[in-house]
């Protein structure tokens, strides 16, 4: 059988055309259909700019209604927040493969877990009985009852009502109903879901074949290892065998990665469904886009794989000293075209309504001339729109060639 042959630029457009970022903009009415290709929005509570989810919808929809994710949220019901690659927002018609999860965790998985969990059976009982009497509550409407405290090394030890809350919540015994702000209000599973919610029990396998090709589809081609890091991440028990079995099916190819005298190592898969697109882009319909990107959005979530396919190292430096940062606090990538060519550190004042631009890099190699610096400009305009700021403040810290036309 002949292995299809594609270019490292073809490879890098299709990764960035099934995340939706080329060409125009989505329209803001296939928020749904977005969120389904991408898998999963992953939730980060860091608001310097923006909530990290919002950021990633922004990057493919643009200045879109905040008000109508809240309503697949928590009107419709067509989303709800669990655990996929981290907490997320995961699609509620995804149900049955975020439900295997949830029997492992109730079944006794984790065991350090569930020797506590049994310590606190009594507290445990009282939460569900009190969220069955008085839901929706949040964290601070529980008095701890523990019996033994959860101790551990790191932030999460002593506060024993979120460990419980969150255990219940990767049982799938609890879910958030609502949140006000970024306080998490919890109720029963039962009362979280719609009607339609689809229940049928999977097969570990059947998840892992779903989810593998998810995965694939929305990373465009990717390596095992790379399907491993996306979508449910670590949770591909037997992937080798899964694959060789969607294979054997036609349901994914092998493809070779190659082209300016360099080869992709290692071997390469993309869905049989995405070969349309790929014949699209081979035939030279690419349109490019310029915008900006959470740290967790899901095109650079994999780190190893960012820094393979796009030669772009990028690491979160929240946790960082701020005297030892090398670029900031709470840095957006600038993605141009099928490049990653330089990231921003921006921190949006809300009382003063201004974005304040700290600095901007540039990768090198980076174009520096000024067609391309009107359209970083263009893209950070257009993320103070959303965030509702009326003005955008530079530091001198902009690389020379795009400087006139940031400044």
């Known amino acids: 059988m002949t292995i299809r042959t594609l270019t490292p630029t073809t490879a890098r457009r299709l990764a960035i055309a099934r995340q939706h970022l080329d060409g125009q903009p989505r329209p803001a009415d296939n928020m749904l259909d977005v969120i389904r290709d991408l898998g999963c929005l992953q939730l980060d509570p860091t608001s310097a700019v923006a909530r990290s989810h919002l950021l ?111 255990f219940l919540w990767l049982q799938g015994k609890i879910l958030v109903k609502e949140r006000r702000g970024q306080t998490r209000y919890w109720d029963l599973a039962e009362r979280c879901l719609p009607d339609w919610t689809p229940r049928h029990a999977l097969s570990r396998r059947e998840v892992v074949r779903r989810s593998a090709q998810r995965a694939l589809r929305a990373l465009g081609v990717a390596r095992a290892n790379q399907i491993k890091q996306h979508f449910t991440r670590s949770r591909y028990p037997d992937l080798p065998s899964v694959l060789d079995e969607l294979e054997a099916e036609g349901r994914i190819q092998r493809v070779k990665i190659a082209g300016d005298g360099v080869t992709w190592p290692g071997v390469w898969y993309i869905h049989t469904d995405e070969l349309p697109l790929l014949d699209r882009l081979e035939a030279g319909d690419w349109q490019p886009r310029t915008t900006l990107l959470s740290p967790f959005d899901n095109l650079i979530a994999d780190r190893a794989r960012t820094e393979s396919m796009f030669h772009f190292e990028y690491r979160i430096e929240i946790y960082v000293p701020k005297d030892k940062r090398r670029y900031g606090y709470f840095v957006l990538p600038i993605l141009h075209g099928d490049r990653l060519i330089g990231r921003i550190d921006p921190l949006l004042d809300r009382k003063q309504g201004v974005l304040n631009i700290n600095a901007v890099y540039a990768e090198p190699g980076a174009p520096q001339d000024r067609d391309t610096a009107h359209t970083i400009r263009a893209a950070i305009e257009n993320l103070a729109t959303f965030l509702g700021a009326t003005n955008i403040v530079y530091t001198d810290r902009v690389p020379e060639g795009w400087k006139t036309t940031l400044r």
């Open 56 to 166: 990633v919808l922004w990057s493919r929809l643009g200045n879109y209604d905040r008000a109508q994710l809240d309503r697949l949220l928590w009107h419709d019901r067509q989303l709800f927040e669990y655990w996929a690659h981290a907490a997320s927002i995961v699609l509620t018609e995804d149900y049955p493969i975020h439900a295997e999860m949830m029997s492992r965790y109730a079944n006794g998985e984790p065991a350090y877990w569930q020797k506590w969990i049994q310590q606190n059976a009594a507290f445990r009982d009282h939460i569900l009985n009190e969220l069955e009497k008085r839901g929706p509550l949040s964290s601070k409407d529980f008095e701890d009852k523990t019996a033994s405290g959860w101790a551990s090394t790191g932030w999460t030890s002593g506060r024993n009502v979120s460990r419980m809350l969150d």
